[in-house]
Every structure is written in structure tokens, then in C-alpha cells.
């Protein structure tokens, strides 16, 4: 095997990739230093469900024996990956992190994945998560089957959930990508609490078959990577139509960077409450940096603010609702008690006493939601704001604590797009921006469905004028 | 990918999870099941204040094919 650094395990897919072409390595070296990197780290930082070093090894020698052919099938043959425990793969266990379902294990794959295995992507392994997505809600970090999430900047600090492990792994280095699901914030949180990049896609965009069910009009499947190009380039593999999702959109993404629109005619809104009240003191000079690098693109620049609904009420209704009724069985006959933490125990069961009414009354306002959303974005393009307003909380805190100093701004701002975007099946994408309390931050941009090109453009241009997407933690001994 | 984990390989496996690590964190002022009771009240009270117009459709849509 060869001699692999840093500089491999933090390399993006395009820098792997000519890596394997100009034959300084092959698929297989790839898949045993990776295999190793996630086996040894993985398990520390609480990121790992279950290693598939053996069934890669495997594959690589295909993609070494193709490649060696020059039988290119695109930019991720070859390029080690890992999976949300979320999505099946056929013959493993799949436990969505989760006690009741340790011993799960299905006879096919999820599509998402059956897309990178077949372009020649290496599966490394199967990554932790928040017990069943946090569908009824968390307070623990610990809520997960392999135990808190730890962030490799400060393993006291949490990794953001839901997709906790896929976070982890792209932040210290043990896969070059992971897949990831979002029903409301689970991609953009860890990803901003763990400094990578986050793609959310438009609802529909990404089959969702053969992953657990949460939420049926609100989950979307999309990627943790190491930079904006390296997520276009995946969400483009992934992307398209599917038979057997419902939700499908029958759409497909295509990265063509070549014509994207020029800065100058894109309309980029903000809300100064965001970054000047919202976010945490120690994060602020961060946040206002970035917005400065932004607006520094050539974009044009609005002040903007979201209509108002009830945006946490609405997906709270609606996903604890569809997530009591997915896992019905599972609290009706008392195996929900088997998970960690009482918070999504009680709500769960709490969500089978919503009635009827309120649940389409919430889905009534959420088509006003959609509506209101449309009119906004008929001026603005795409919407700015921090991901989170802070760092990662500490594990040993409950995550609903009270923010630390303040009261809550009067002015609404941007402040809800995360559950005002999931409602409304926005596209988002989360870019490394900074640090607070030498811990990484976030920012996100919003924009319309299937607007994934426009997310693209900015976000590669900001990737191109900083830094903050190509700096590595720590790597815990 | 062929190779596929045997049922006592499986059990194996499951036998040697961890327990979640629980975290001593302080309890909730409000018990759990009551607080989450609590919640879906302040979500219908919240969605109360809407005004929301008769013509206004649920956001699932049901199409005949």
C-alpha cells in the first residue's frame, strides 16, 4: 500500500481523480487507506455504524482494473464515500441509529447509493446518525445508537445532527464524501458545526428509496463534501427521476459551471438582525466577514426578511405527525422505550394525539408558506443567512438550552429558514465560513426549487476567494 | 458488493453494540410525555392565529393515474 497523508485523506474528488489517472495511485490503495483511516478513527469520534472496508477493497480492484484500461466512468469512480445508516445496502444491517432496529437488514440497496456504486464510487462504510433521523425530536447528543456525535475541531463539542457521522467522517478526513438526509436542518447543522460543506437539494430532486422514511413530503437525501464542486459533483450523480419514490420530482441536476449566471445579475437578500443580533457575540465578526466576502462577488444586495408564519410550529406538526404514523408499530407495542432519549420517546408517542384537523390545517399553511415563499423570491434569487448562529454546543449540555446572553430579536430577519425552507422543499447549501471559539461556523444559502445551478455559482466563487472549506482538525490520537 | 453477513455474524454484532453513552444531563423542568403534550398545544395554538382562507388546499396532493 502506499504512503498516504494528509494531503490524501483531505484531497477533493477532482484532486483524487487525477491522482488515480496519472497512476500516483490506484482505487485499491484508496480503499485500504481510507478503510483503515475510518476503521481506527471513526469508532472514536462516534461516526462509524458499520465498516464495508472488505466489500470496497473488493470493488476497487474492479475500478483498478478499469482504470488501468482507461475505462473512465467519471470523476467518482474510485473515490471512497460513506453512507447515512439511514440508507440500506443491501445484506448489511441498517439500524438508523437505532436500538429497535439494530438488527436490521434489507435485500436491496437504496437508489442513491446503487448510483455511486455503479460510476465506480467505493462504499466505505455505513455512518452514525441521530436515532431515527430525531423524527420526535432530541435533547441529548447521545441520542444515537453509537453513542454523541464528537467534533473532531473539540471532541467535548457535539457534531450536529442528524447526519452526525456523515459530518464527522468528511471533517476528519475518513471518506472524501458522505451521503446525508435533511428533513429539517440535519445536513446544514452538522455540516456548519463540523466545517464542511453541506448540499441540500430541492425536494424531489433525489430518490429517496430504500431510505427510512421520516417525514414523506419533507425528507430529501444530499451531500456532506469538502467543497461546493465536490457536491455538485456527486448531487449530480444522485440526482434524477425514480419510479419508486413518490416524491420524485423527475428531475435531474447537472453541474455546468460553464454557465452559470454572471454575479453581477444575481440578487442576494439578507437580514441585518441575522448577523448583527441573531448570531452569538463570539461568532459575529465571522458571520459579518462573510457577508462582506459575499457581497465582494459583484452580486446585487437587498435587505429582506421572511413572511411571517409559525415555520417551527408548522414542521413540527407535520414531522412529528408523518414520523408517529411511519413508526406506529414501533410505539404501539412499547419498543419505542428501547431508544436513548426520553425527548423523541415522548414525541413520538406524542405525535399520535395530533388530530386530524390540525395536522391539514398545518399542511393549509404550509401551501401559504410555498405561496409567500414564490413572492419573495420574484425580487431576490437566493436568500443568506448563518446556518447556525453559533458554534457546536457543548455534548454534555441538553440541546435545548437557553441561548446564553439576550433576549430574542424583535425583527424576525432570516432567522426560521431552516424549517421555512424545508416546508417549502428549498435548496440549500451550507459553506464553511469561519470560527468562534476555534470552532467552525456555517453559512447558508436559500434558493428557489430547482435552483441548484444558482447555489453552485455563488458558492464556488466564495470557495474561491477563502479559505475556510480547506482547513482540517485535529485528528484525535 | 456479494458478500452478505451471516445471521450469526449479525447477532454477534448486535450483541457487542454499546449501549448509547447516557448523559447526565439535568432532567427537564417539565416530565417528557407531558412536555411534548404541552408542545403540540403550542403548535396548534400558534397555527390558530393564521387567518387561513377556505380556498386554501392541504400541501399533499392526490393525483388520479
Redesign the interface.
Given at each position: 500500500m502506499r504512503d498516504f497523508n494528509a494531503d490524501h485523506f483531505f484531497a477533493t474528488i477532482p484532486e483524487l481523480n487525477a491522482g488515480m489517472k496519472a497512476r500516483d495511485f490506484t482505487a485499491v490503495d484508496l480503499a485500504e487507506a481510507f478503510g483503515d483511516r475510518l476503521e481506527t478513527l471513526g469508532p472514536k469520534y462516534?461516526a462509524l455504524a458499520l465498516s464495508?472496508r472488505?466489500?470496497a477493497i473488493?470493488?476497487a480492484k474492479d475500478v483498478r482494473g478499469d482504470m488501468k484500461r482507461e475505462r473512465y466512468r467519471g470523476p467518482l469512480q474510485g473515490i471512497p464515500f460513506g453512507a447515512k445508516d439511514l440508507l440500506a445496502?443491501?445484506?448489511?444491517?441498517t439500524t438508523w441509529g437505532a436500538?429497535p432496529y439494530?438488527?436490521q437488514?434489507f435485500d436491496y440497496?437504496a437508489k442513491a447509493v446503487r448510483e455511486l456504486?455503479d460510476t465506480g464510487g467505493l462504499?466505505m462504510g455505513k455512518l452514525a446518525m441521530v436515532?431515527l433521523a430525531g423524527g420526535?425530536?432530541y435533547?441529548?447528543?447521545?441520542?444515537?445508537?453509537?453513542?454523541?456525535g464528537l467534533n473532531p475541531w473539540d471532541p467535548s463539542r457535539w457534531s450536529g445532527g442528524s447526519s452526525s457521522g456523515s459530518a464527522i467522517a468528511v471533517a476528519a478526513g475518513l471518506v472524501t464524501y458522505a451521503l446525508g438526509s435533511e428533513t429539517s436542518g440535519s445536513i446544514l447543522t452538522p455540516s456548519a458545526f463540523c466545517g464542511v460543506t453541506g448540499f441540500r437539494p430541492t425536494y424531489g430532486l433525489v430518490s429517496r428509496s430504500g431510505a427510512m422514511p421520516l417525514s414523506w413530503?419533507m425528507d430529501k437525501i444530499g451531500v456532506l463534501g469538502r467543497s461546493v464542486e465536490d457536491c455538485a459533483l456527486v448531487l449530480q450523480q444522485i440526482s434524477g427521476g425514480d419510479d419508486d419514490d413518490p416524491g420524485s420530482a423527475g428531475k435531474k441536476f447537472y453541474y455546468a459551471p460553464q454557465f452559470a449566471r454572471a454575479m453581477k445579475d444575481i440578487v442576494i437578500g439578507y437580514a441585518p438582525v441575522d448577523f448583527a443580533e441573531w448570531a452569538e457575540p463570539a461568532a459575529r465578526p465571522d458571520f459579518q466577514r462573510a457577508l462582506e466576502q459575499i457581497k465582494s462577488l459583484g452580486v446585487e444586495v437587498r435587505e429582506t426578511r421572511l413572511p411571517d408564519?409559525?415555520y417551527g410550529?408548522?414542521a413540527?406538526?407535520i414531522i412529528?405527525a408523518d414520523g408517529a404514523s411511519v413508526f406506529e408499530e414501533l410505539i404501539r407495542s412499547g419498543r419505542v422505550k428501547e431508544l436513548?432519549d426520553?425527548?423523541q420517546?415522548?414525541?413520538l408517542?406524542?405525535g399520535l394525539?395530533?388530530r386530524a384537523n390540525?395536522y391539514?390545517?398545518?399542511?393549509?399553511?404550509?401551501?401559504?408558506v410555498?405561496q409567500a415563499l414564490r413572492e419573495l423570491f420574484i425580487d431576490i434569487d437566493v436568500l443568506v443567512t448563518p446556518s447556525r448562529f453559533g458554534p457546536a454546543p457543548k455534548?454534555?449540555?441538553?440541546l435545548?438550552h437557553p441561548p446564553a446572553a439576550g433576549p430574542r430579536p424583535q425583527d424576525r430577519g432570516l432567522s426560521s429558514l431552516i424549517p421555512a425552507g424545508n416546508l417549502a422543499g428549498l435548496p440549500a447549501i451550507s459553506l464553511p465560513c469561519g470560527f468562534a471559539d476555534g470552532l467552525p461556523l456555517g453559512i447558508s444559502l436559500v434558493a428557489r426549487p430547482f435552483n441548484e445551478t444558482m447555489l453552485v455559482a455563488i458558492g464556488r466563487e466564495f470557495q474561491a476567494h477563502t479559505d475556510w472549506h480547506r482547513r482540517r482538525p485535529p485528528v484525535m490520537a | 458488493m456479494s458478500q452478505k453477513i451471516t445471521r450469526r455474524t449479525l447477532a454477534a454484532m448486535v450483541a457487542a453494540l454499546p449501549a448509547a453513552a447516557q448523559q447526565t444531563v439535568a432532567a427537564p423542568a417539565v416530565p417528557e410525555p407531558e412536555a411534548a403534550l404541552q408542545r403540540i398545544q403550542r403548535n396548534a395554538e400558534q397555527m390558530g392565529k393564521v387567518t387561513l382562507p377556505i380556498t386554501v388546499e392541504p400541501a399533499i396532493q392526490f393525483r388520479a393515474t
Open positions: 462516534n464495508l472488505k466489500p473488493k470493488s445496502v443491501k445484506g448489511y444491517p436500538k439494530a438488527a437488514v440497496t456504486e462504499l436515532e420526535g425530536g435533547r441529548l447528543a447521545s441520542a444515537s445508537l453509537q453513542g454523541p413530503s408564519f409559525p410550529a408548522l413540527n406538526t412529528t436513548a426520553p425527548h420517546i415522548a414525541g408517542e406524542s394525539e395530533i390540525e391539514l390545517k398545518a399542511q393549509r399553511i404550509r401551501s401559504m410555498k455534548v454534555s449540555e441538553p435545548d | -
